[in-house]
């Protein structure tokens, strides 16, 4: 009788996970300095809320799911459902319910973290990814809403782009409401169904997106998606609405103006940023980048949004009587990453260490003593920390890419001079100890 074979783990990744690497994370990491920055300068504080909450906490907002495992990953715990958070803006009016006497009104807060989307991946859609929210609770002024749409592109010219590299574009939802009066729309679930198909005209073009305004649309991969039912007069009347290039609604009119006090031109008013959930209740903006990217095909694509927000004048009041306006952006970090990378070189080099070569665990104090040396020189350095000969450490040494390598065998120590060598230009100098430090900062 054969004996069971063990099952070995996959090395695969879930769909819509993905690692990331070390020049992707630097590039992120300048990307968070330079919002950090603006966000202090814009007076926002800096805010964390847990990867967890209670799902009737979060759920609720979600784009028409009823339940707790749709749209979101949950499980449940002492009888409540738990959820990882799909984004930051229900956890935030979450924690100004609970602490509404506690903080100043306006309360203005920033936060990046990680959400996560039980939805179906595809190309350029993670279930995980990291996002940067700002947020203005507790005032009507439409002075917050342009402010948002001004410090995203003081972000972004920070970052390395021009102008004409990005758009914000902005909407309202007095635009919908009034649209939806005329459709003679009542129903929820169908004006949710509209909305979330309105949502994706960048992504699909109006031709797919019509489909989900009927019946529904089958995708590529076969799945079949049930549209909003809408009557073919209705759907002209949508297309027809969505060609209006003048904003009519006095708030975005007042945003306009505060626009222009501030000589921001780089807007476009565009009926069919539509913002697919259902809490925004004014304003709405999305962020749009101009230029190509290439996918992980190396197809050259048009990039689009990185991300957007608006109004949402009664989330807060869901968790009591609370008269909260807020208003909001959100921005995917991690898309924003993907294109800036292949827009400019930040030039962003990871720091290698220099490699002590070992040759005698005897001499172990000695190589130690050159370590202390060259850290407190602030020289990222490390001893081989593998087990091998001198071939298989500059092997190491060259695939880390390491500038240097430090050979201080006997013959170095009886003269005293250790032998540096210069991994770049393949030159070998012998130099004291004491000096290796300034010598390797010339070279770096």
Do not use: H
Request: aromatic share 10%; hydrophobic share 35%.
């Amino acid at each position: 009788m054969e004996k069971d074979k063990k099952t070995k783990p996959s090395k695969e990744l879930p769909l819509g996970f993905v690692d990331r690497q070390e020049k992707e994370l630097l590039t992120r990491d300048f990307i968070i300095s330079n919002i950090k920055e603006v966000m202090i300068k814009y007076g926002f504080q800096y805010l964390e809320t847990p990867s967890f909450e209670y799902t009737d906490s979060i759920g609720k907002f979600l784009p028409d799911k009823d339940r707790p495992d749709q749209g979101v990953f949950s499980f449940k715990d002492d009888k409540k459902w738990l959820s990882l958070r799909y984004d930051l803006t229900a956890p935030l009016a979450r924690y100004v319910a609970k602490n509404y006497l506690e903080i100043p009104k306006p309360f203005k807060r920033y936060q990046l973290g990680t959400v996560w989307r039980n939805e179906k991946p595809g190309p350029g859609r993670f279930r995980e990814f990291l996002q940067f929210d700002a947020d203005y609770v507790g005032t009507k002024n439409m002075q917050a809403d342009a402010e948002l749409c001004i410090l995203i592109s003081e972000i972004l010219e920070k970052c390395g782009l021009d102008k004409k590299d990005y758009t914000v574009k902005i909407s309202s939802r007095k635009f919908t409401d009034k649209l939806f009066e005329k459709l003679k729309i009542k129903s929820k679930e169908q004006i949710s169904t509209t909305l979330r198909a309105l949502d994706k005209i960048d992504r699909l073009g109006w031709q797919e997106v019509q489909k989900l305004l009927g019946e529904g649309r089958k995708d590529k991969s076969g799945d079949y998606t049930r549209g909003a039912n809408l009557k073919k007069e209705q759907i002209k009347i949508i297309e027809n609405a969505l060609k209006n290039d003048t904003p009519e609604s006095e708030d975005l009119l007042e945003i306009i103006k505060i626009f222009q006090a501030y000589n921001f031109s780089n807007y476009k008013f565009d009926p069919s940023v539509i913002r697919g959930l259902e809490y925004y209740t004014g304003p709405i903006f999305e962020v749009n980048l101009n230029f190509e990217v290439k996918n992980l095909k190396g197809q050259a694509i048009q990039f689009g949004s990185i991300g957007g927000g608006g109004r949402y004048d009664n989330l807060v009041n869901n968790f009591g009587n609370l008269d909260c306006p807020a208003t909001g952006i959100s921005i995917g970090l991690d898309r924003l990453v993907f294109a800036l990378m292949q827009k400019k070189d930040f030039k962003i080099k990871a720091k290698r260490p220099v490699i002590i070569c070992t040759f005698d665990k005897n001499n172990t104090k000695k190589y130690i003593e050159i370590l202390n040396k060259l850290r407190n020189s602030n020289i990222s350095s490390e001893i081989y920390p593998g087990e091998g000969k001198l071939k298989k450490q500059m092997e190491y040494a060259n695939k880390i890419g390491s500038p240097a390598v430090i050979l201080y065998g006997d013959d170095e120590i009886k003269s005293g001079k250790a032998t540096l060598k210069n991994l770049r230009t393949g030159d070998e100098t012998s130099i004291k100890t004491d000096e290796l430090a300034d010598e390797i900062k010339k070279l770096l």
